[in-house]
């Protein structure tokens, strides 16, 4: 897959780093604040991981087969819906790490602002996080990256739309696989998130699957004003699935997504802590930790939400 010339200047006029032909890179706002020593992201606070050792990448970065409202990403300068012609596992990964440290390298320059201690770390990522833009499962060797990730020593977050149930039947476990739940009924997430034709079987059918997995599951909730934020809708979805975890996330108005979205939409953060309030009283699942910077709550059953890391292997 070859992406086309103006998406291209999109993608790196935002600040992407391309990597072979359907794939990015992205440091995030908390990998930097991580490299002064500042606190980390809602998943450094609910999970114990390195923010800044934590590479933002996807396998599929204009490839989807939804058109979230609230998604921040300029979907609208691109169609596909499929991945035709896609790069190795391998190579994806050398080049995603490759390609980190090389916007990395720009922090050693200033030391007076950044700890390079901590910008030596993050050289070395500790954590793949599977998600930036597009839909991941779509890349036909998603289990194949995934493995070559644990072999590095490295955990793997990945984060899915939940419209390939055969792929989230099958695939390689990752160390925490996030499915988005981001409405309670049909016709919301058909206005919503507009899937491709049958999306909310493909997503209950994911949701199906989740009791199955080895691994640490959860379910993302996108919080819209006024639009998808009934938490009663959702009890029986959430008792379908039986995720270790549930965040409840505020919708920003940011991006792309300010086209679509009025900013009336974004919720406050005692918004999202009353929902998520009223979800522990319909569910099994308790309010265990609020990160205000981020607007998110987690929500947790009777599993320990922090991360037991592997022995480290330095990716050369």
């Known amino acids: 897959m070859t992406l086309p010339p103006e998406v291209r200047e999109i993608l ?179 206005e919503l998130c507009r899937p491709v034709e049958g999306g909310w079987q493909n997503l209950n059918r994911t949701l199906e699957h989740l009791p199955g997995h080895r691994g640490r599951t959860a379910l993302r909730i996108t919080l819209v004003k006024g639009i998808n934020d009934n938490p009663y809708g959702y009890t029986q979805l959430i008792q379908k699935a039986k995720p270790d975890f549930i965040e409840v996330k505020a919708y920003m108005h940011v991006g792309y997504s300010r086209k679509r979205l009025e900013r009336k939409r974004m919720p406050s953060n005692d918004e999202v802590k009353a929902f998520a309030e009223k979800l522990s009283d319909k569910t099994d699942y308790s309010l265990d930790k609020h990160v205000i910077e981020s607007r998110v709550t987690l929500l947790t059953s009777d599993k320990e939400p922090q991360i037991k890391l592997e022995r480290e292997n330095n990716i050369e």
């Not at 991580?34 to 991981?49: A, N, T, V």
């Not at 201690?117 to 833009?133: G, T």
């Open 12 to 190: 790196e006029g935002q600040g992407y780093r391309l990597v072979g032909g359907h794939s990015a890179v992205k440091l995030c706002h908390w990998l930097k604040q991580g490299l002064q020593d500042q606190p980390g992201c809602y998943k450094q606070r609910f999970y114990g991981i390195d923010s800044h050792r934590c590479l933002q990448m996807t396998p599929a970065v204009a490839v989807c087969n939804q058109k979230c409202l609230f998604c921040w990403r300029s979907y609208e300068h691109w169609s596909e819906t499929q991945l035709n012609n896609h790069d190795p596992s391998k190579e994806l990964l050398e080049g995603v790490v490759s390609a980190q440290r090389q916007l990395l390298t720009g922090f050693k320059g200033s030391p007076e602002k950044y700890d390079l201690e901590l910008v030596e770390e993050a050289m070395n990522p500790r954590h793949l996080a599977i998600s930036l833009s597009g839909e991941p499962t779509l890349y036909p060797e998603l289990s194949s990256l995934i493995q070559k990730a644990h072999n590095r020593g490295m955990t793997t977050f990945l984060v899915t739309n939940g419209q390939q149930p055969r792929t989230i039947r099958d695939i390689e476990q990752p160390t925490q696989l996030y499915v988005s739940l981001d409405a309670p009924d049909k016709k919301i997430y058909n």
